[in-house]
Structure formats: C-alpha cells, structure tokens
C-alpha cells in the first residue's frame, strides 16, 4: 500500500460503499474542493452535495455522487460518511434534469422552511447532473 491511501466512503445507516486504496481522492468540501493523497496532513470537514472521485494510476476514475456528510482524514486512511450516496453508474441523466426543474419550480414558490427544503434540493440535483455532465466528457 505505499503511497496509496485507505478509502472508506459509508452511508449514513453504517453500509460501507466503497473500501479501497487510491492514489488520490477528491471530494466537494463545503469550503471547496479537496484533494486526499497518501500523507496528508489529518482533517475533518463536512461535505456539500457532490462528488468522491477515486483515482488510481492506469485504471479508471471511480466517481460516487454524495448529497452531503463529513469527511475524516489521516495519513493512511480516508472517511466519508456520506448522507447518502450514489455510485455514476447508477445516475441517470433524464432523471437528474427533471428534478432539477422540479426543485427550480418548487423554490420559486416555496416560503420558510420549504424555501429551505427547496434550496437543498436544487443543491442536489445541481449537483447530480453536474457530476454526470462531468463525467459524460
């Protein structure tokens, strides 16, 4: 395992999605995006609706939609409990449109906390169909 880093990305009812190594792992922080390699300095941060996306050198990215969480670094190993979590293969183009328009549809009549729910909601799927759009290139 040298200079690789330990990944483990878990839901939040404790089903482990994805326990591997990578050379790099990135992932959509609420301050910005990161980027994990073997070594890194320990950190915990929480997690915007988004992406994980492993890397490993000659094989091909892995890329796991989050709506949200918290991830924990150390050195050899990296953490995200994930609010939930959908792998790319499972996405679905058409359908992260629709409910993009939904939510857009939704917040423009929404007011106090279904403004709210409504935000979160366009974050979501803005956030899907930008990870599938990605990845589609």
């Given at each position: 395992?040298?200079?690789?880093?330990?990944?483990?990305?878990?839901?939040?009812?404790?089903?482990?999605l994805?326990?591997?190594e990578?050379?790099?792992?990135?992932?959509t922080?609420?301050?910005?995006?990161?980027?994990?390699?073997?070594?890194?300095?320990p950190?915990?941060?929480?997690?915007?609706?988004?992406?994980?996306i492993?890397?490993n050198?000659?094989?091909?990215?892995?890329?796991?939609?989050?709506?949200?969480?918290?991830?924990?670094?150390?050195?050899?190993?990296v953490?995200?409990?994930?609010?939930?979590?959908?792998?790319?293969?499972?996405?679905?183009?058409?359908?992260?449109?629709?409910?993009?328009?939904?939510?857009?549809?939704e917040?423009?009549?929404?007011?106090g906390?279904?403004?709210?729910?409504?935000?979160?909601?366009?974050?979501?799927?803005?956030?899907?169909?930008?990870?599938?759009?990605?990845?589609?290139?």
């Amino acid at each position: 395992m040298a200079n690789k880093i330990a990944v483990e990305l878990v839901n939040v009812d404790n089903s482990v999605l994805l326990s591997t190594e990578a050379d790099l792992l990135i992932a959509t922080a609420t301050t910005g995006e990161v980027g994990i390699m073997h070594g890194h300095i320990p950190f915990f941060a929480s997690l915007k609706p988004g992406h994980v996306i492993i890397k490993n050198e000659g094989k091909a990215d892995e890329a796991v939609f989050i709506s949200g969480g918290f991830i924990e670094v150390q050195p050899q190993k990296v953490t995200v409990l994930a609010d939930t979590a959908e792998r790319f293969e499972a996405l679905d183009e058409m359908m992260a449109e629709q409910a993009k328009r939904e939510a857009e549809s939704e917040l423009r009549s929404a007011t106090g906390p279904d403004f709210e729910r409504a935000q979160m909601a366009l974050a979501e799927a803005s956030a899907r169909l930008s990870l599938i759009k990605r990845l589609h290139k």
